[in-house]
């Protein structure tokens, strides 16, 4: 049977993560509805991506009973309440990354997640792919010898983008791409390094990073 999906917010991204299931076998997976905060959205997504159900609120999907599993694909500071939200109705979540914006609303999304014994996954796409596992094979076979040092770079022009500029909305390079980055360095090494430093630019408000550094450090 089928893994049936549910579709919170209609943008960009849910965009792109629909688009990916339908790539999937109808047998193994299938979207059988959409929400957002607005019905006609909703109703437009619907429309393009050919799914049977919208709605105009999450309230409503978390109420439909013929999902199986939900993707989260809202702005950054919605996911905490919107996990919450799912839970709550008995819901596992595959949610956008990042999971949060802060330590402790990770930690209550995970503990929540655990307390009601639900699925939850933050949405990091590229640590699906297969090259992951060949790279993971190749450091493994000692190919490229012992790993000390990982650089990432990874930009791109978003200064009028407001879920960058704007702190409401989560905004900010680290939690937009630089994620990435970060993540990759974690994976690469297993574990979590034992200190960070950052610099970088602000943007003219003064409130979100436009351009920023990190640095990971492990030490034997």
Known sequence: MALRWGIVAAGAISNDFVAAVHAL??????????????????????????????????EELAGNCDIDVVYIGSIHTEHPKLCKLFFDA??????EKPLTTSLQQTLETVNLARERKLFLMEAVWSRCSPLYQTLRDEIASGTVGEVVSVE????????????????????????????????????????TPQKVTSSGHLNKQVITELHICITLLWFQ
């Open 25 to 58: 076998p109808a047998a193994d997976h299938q979207v059988v509805a959409v929400a957002a905060r607005n019905l006609d959205r909703a109703k437009q997504f619907a429309s393009r991506h050919n799914i049977s159900t919208s709605y105009g609120s999450y």
């Open 152 to 191: 990432a770079c990874f930009g791109y022009d978003a200064r009028d983008a407001p879920r960058i500029t704007q702190k409401e909305l989560g905004g900010g390079a680290t939690l937009d791409i630089g994620i990435y980055c970060i993540q990759f360095a974690n994976w690469v090494f297993g574990e």
């Open 90 to 95: 008995g819901k596992p979540v595959l949610c």
